[in-house]
């Protein structure tokens, strides 16, 4: 290794050792978590959540525990986990978050994104040298460093309501598996319950019990890992070493995805791993193994069906009939091997009902989605309700198609499948942005997506995109999970709800024009 080589190793491995004892001490003082809703409490809580019934504060607010940190203490002298009660004046987005951590968390935000700038600003003047070869000892101290961090933290910023959802159903997977539906009353598809029976029974070890609560967040903390690595292969593949860091740093430690993960406990960061691992497959040609993929994302998340058609404009480039029906095949082998599990004694159509119940939980033109219908103000509102002509619901199928179009339009001038992301891109930004019903979180794939067509196109506008998408999905995510916004009131319209939702809109828009670009561009070139 060459001198800067040597020094960028030495620092990066001493961050990752300061990580790794970090996260053993915090670890150490952690004494695990007294209190495990039931399961109908836990789906109450999550109808409050999404805004479907008001919350009984008089109900709640005696059975949940508080504290202030790995060493905090209960009136009574006895050890509590450092989760803190809910608050009651929060707004629901706040349920169980620790608010002691969100300053500390705006203030890293801040940072990050400065840092990002300054950084751009180097590589933009050319005053940064591209002399980091591959060494193995940098790639997974930083690798290591962001999934130590993580864990050390896990203790500290507690953890949502939504984690004790995911605590009780891996419970019941781990003791009830096949019969899982009946037992939890979950509605969620049946992929991540494979992953929730794992971790239901690791912590059901004598071992690993008192860390059960922590190990909820493993999952999706590991994803961000690997989906991290993930990119910094592809990029080694096409572009210079150095930005192959950089880039697999900018999405390890990146807010956006460290506060879903780690603060809130969420797995929108395993199901961009599944997204990322469809597109890749599609560009390395391998598009029986992208089916596969699909369908489990599907069978994670119905939003994965946001970004299933760039399946189908592949297909359609590539021209070859029989490919239609192995990938038919291959789909339904998957669907029903995921299924057949859960399927013992249910009727042949209770899959179709389960995602029809999901779907049906938010009649809404958003669910504290800062998107384009938040910008004018029917956060919350009735999705039947008529906006000029249409309905809000009619105007998101609308623009649902529109947006298809657009992508597909942008996959066919491309002739490529370098358009494969920027195309998924513009699907869930697209979809996220201007169709109702949408979730704070459902645009959370498209950080990791911006990044990934920047290494396939090349264009720096990508990487603006992909900051400008981070800074959106970090401030819904951090403003819902704060309380910013009160989900039972739809007349709420806090100012971080107009600002952000108005930088989706202008994002989507920018993203329209660079796409137009990139492919008038390629046609020129394929032309000459």
Do not use: C
């Amino acid at each position: 290794m060459n001198i800067l080589q040597k020094r960028t190793a030495f620092i990066v491995t001493a961050a990752f050792l300061l990580a790794f004892v970090f996260s053993i001490v915090s670890l150490s003082h952690y004494k695990g978590e007294e209190h495990l809703f039931s399961i109908q409490e836990s789906y109450q809580l999550k109808k409050i959540t999404n805004g479907i019934s008001a919350p009984d504060n008089n109900s709640r607010d005696h059975r949940l525990p508080s504290g202030n940190g790995p060493a905090s203490s209960s009136n009574s002298g006895e050890h509590v986990t450092p989760f803190h009660n809910l608050s009651k004046d929060n707004g629901a987005g706040s349920q169980g978050a620790n608010k002691d951590y969100e300053t500390p968390l705006a203030l890293y935000t801040v940072g990050f994104f400065i840092a990002a700038a300054f950084v751009y600003g180097l590589l933009k003047k050319k005053k940064w040298h591209h002399s980091i070869g591959h060494s193995r000892v940098i790639l997974w101290s930083l690798l290591g460093t962001g999934l130590f961090i993580r864990i050390a933290l896990i203790p500290w910023v507690g953890s949502h309501m939504d984690a004790s959802l995911f605590k009780n159903w891996a419970s019941v997977a781990a003791n009830h598996f096949s019969n899982f539906y009946a037992k939890s009353g979950s509605d969620y598809p049946p992929f991540y319950i494979y992953i929730l029976f794992i971790v239901g029974k690791v912590g059901s070890l004598p071992d690993f019990q008192q860390y059960f609560s922590l190990l909820i967040k493993i999952p999706p903390i590991l994803a961000d890992v690997i989906t991290s690595y993930l990119l910094y292969r592809l990029a080694r593949k096409y572009l210079a070493p150095s930005f192959a860091y950089l880039l697999a740093i900018g999405y390890l430690f990146n807010p956006a995805i460290l506060v879903n993960s780690t603060f809130w406990g969420q797995v929108d960061s395993f199901f961009t791993l599944l997204i990322v691992l469809a597109i890749v497959m599609i560009t390395e040609k391998r598009i029986y193994a992208s089916a596969v993929i699909f369908t489990a994302a599907v069978l994670m998340k119905p939003q994965a069906i946001i970004i299933l058609p760039i399946l189908f404009f592949e297909l359609i480039r590539l021209k070859q009939v029989k490919h239609f029906f192995g990938i038919a095949l291959t789909a339904a082998f998957t669907a029903v091997a995921i299924l057949l599990p859960f399927s013992i004694g249910k009727s042949p159509t209770w899959i179709i009902d389960l995602f029809s119940s999901t779907i049906g939980e938010y009649p809404y033109a958003s669910v504290n989605a800062y998107n384009f219908f938040s910008l004018i103000g029917a956060n919350y509102k009735d999705s039947s309700a008529t906006l000029l002509f249409f309905s809000y619901h009619t105007w998101g199928l609308i623009f649902i198609v529109a947006t298809t179009v657009f992508s597909w339009l942008i996959y066919i001038k491309g002739r490529s499948f370098k358009y494969a992301a920027l195309a998924a891109l513009i699907q869930i930004s697209g979809v996220f942005t201007f169709a109702s019903s949408m979730h704070e979180r459902y645009l959370f794939p498209a950080a990791a997506l911006a990044l990934l067509a920047y290494i396939y196109l090349k264009d720096k506008n990508l990487l603006y995109l992909s900051l400008g998408f981070s800074i959106s999905i970090f401030m819904n995510t951090f403003f819902v999970l704060y309380g910013d916004s009160n989900m039972q009131n739809s007349t709420s319209y806090p100012f971080s709800m107009f600002a952000t939702s108005m930088l989706n809109v202008l994002l989507v828009v920018y993203l329209v024009k660079v796409a137009w670009n990139l492919v008038q561009k390629s046609t020129v070139l394929k032309t000459a």
